[in-house]
Each structure stands twice: as C-alpha cells, then as structure tokens.
C-alpha cells in the first residue's frame, strides 16, 4: 500500500537559516507525484511544489526546493532563508496511483514548524 | 480571488442531528474530494467525486455520504452526526490529470456535542 512518512512531528529554526522538512514515501509505482503543502493557522492549504517521479532535476519554487532522492524513496523539502511567515504546518504528500485521472493524494501526518525571531 | 468556497466556518451540532457540509468551485474542475483532518492522522480521504454524480468512497467513508448534482457543487453528509465527527473538514478541487495538485476550501471545523 502506498504511505508517506513524516517523522518530525515538530521543528524549530531560526529566521533566516534553512531548514529541511522530511518525507518519505512508499510506492511500487514507477510513475507518481510529489507535493508539498502548507498550512498556516488559519486553516487554509497552500500548495508549495511539485515533484514528478521522472522528473530528473529537483523542483524549485523561489525559496522552496525539493531534495527528491528517488533511489531512497525521499523527497525533502528544503525552505531556505526562512522567515516568521514561514511558521505553519507542513504536509507531503503523493499521487495515489489508481490508474485513472481522479489524482487522489494521500498525506502524511504533517510537520509543525516554527520560526524564531 | 477565492476559488473553493466552504459554506462554513465553524459549526456546532448536536448528536444525531443530520449535518450538510457544503463545498463550491468556480474553476470547473472534474475532481472534488472531501477530507477530514485530526491531529496526528493528517488528512484522510472521505469521498471524492471526478464527475457530475459520480462519487466514490475514500479511505474512511463510514458515517458519511455524498452529493454531487452539479459540477460545481459537492455536499458531504453527515446522516447521525456523532462525537467522533468532530474534526476540521476540508474540501479539494482539481482538474483530471495526474500532475495537478489541489485547491483546498479553507476548511470548517465541526465540533458535535
């Protein structure tokens, strides 16, 4: 069956470092989708970036980047020069592979981040 | 500017009673999904839907139904709403293919007392 697997509950960082959220993901799919969201405490998702399984370089998205580690079955995200702003949840998540074009996702359980002034 | 409209905020109900959640889209997307977020778990799938009366159940349908009449329009339903429903409920949009991500409505957090 297919999971993603964020195993840092929570996470601190100072502003303007860079910091590393972590997820891996089980698949026997050779074709899939990698997402990252974030989700502010007022509640609404916010799509991040995106990761092809065949894509062959990382994804970027202005601050944020993807270390997609394919062999490894992992796929970080990385947010440098953090800033205030940047405190929210943190969730990965993939593309189910039914065989179809519903593009169901599955999630992981979602990474707390804080950033320090 | 927003695109995935949730009828509500917060809402509060009793044990029992029959609850609707609404979801509305205006960027004629195929896909709608309904999940639900607890901490801990993250977001788990209820029901999705990729066409006009078409639905299918998710990974945790049990308690749940679904309507969709309108391409625009997707309805969760609660038929016996219970304590352990409460949750924040977040609704999703996308178009058919299998790169694009989701819109998400700005959820509604559903407290059953």
């Known amino acids: 069956a297919q999971k993603i697997t964020q195993t840092q509950p929570g996470m601190f960082v100072q502003e303007k470092e860079a910091v590393t959220l972590d997820c891996t993901y089980d698949?026997?799919?050779?074709?899939?989708?990698l997402f990252w969201y974030k989700q502010p405490s007022s509640g609404e998702m916010i799509f991040l970036i995106y990761q092809g399984s065949y894509d062959e370089q990382n994804a970027t998205e202005g601050r944020y980047s993807l270390n997609f580690q394919k062999a490894r079955k992992s796929a970080n995200l990385v947010i440098s020069a953090s800033q205030l702003g940047d405190s929210a949840m943190y969730f990965c998540?993939?593309?189910?592979?039914?065989?179809?074009?519903?593009?169901?996702?599955?999630f992981g359980t979602g990474t707390l981040l804080a950033v320090q002034p | 500017d927003v695109k995935v409209t949730q009828s509500s905020r917060y809402l509060v109900k009793r044990t029992g009673e029959k609850v609707f959640l609404e979801c509305v889209q205006d960027m004629d997307h195929e896909n709608m999904f309904w999940y639900r977020q607890d901490p801990g778990l993250g977001l788990r799938l209820i029901y999705f839907?990729?066409?006009?009366?078409?639905?299918e159940k998710g990974d945790i349908p049990e308690g749940y139904s679904v309507s969709r009449e309108k391409k625009e329009r997707f309805s969760l339903i609660l038929e016996s709403a219970s304590t352990n429903q409460t949750s924040m409920y977040l609704c999703a949009s996308s178009p058919s293919g299998r790169t694009y991500g989701y819109t998400f409505g700005s959820g509604t957090r559903l407290t059953v007392v």
């Open positions: 698949t026997s799919d050779q074709s899939y989708g």
């Open positions: 998540a993939m593309r189910e592979a039914d065989g179809g074009a519903t593009n169901k996702l599955i």
């Open positions: 839907s990729y066409d006009v009366k078409m639905k």
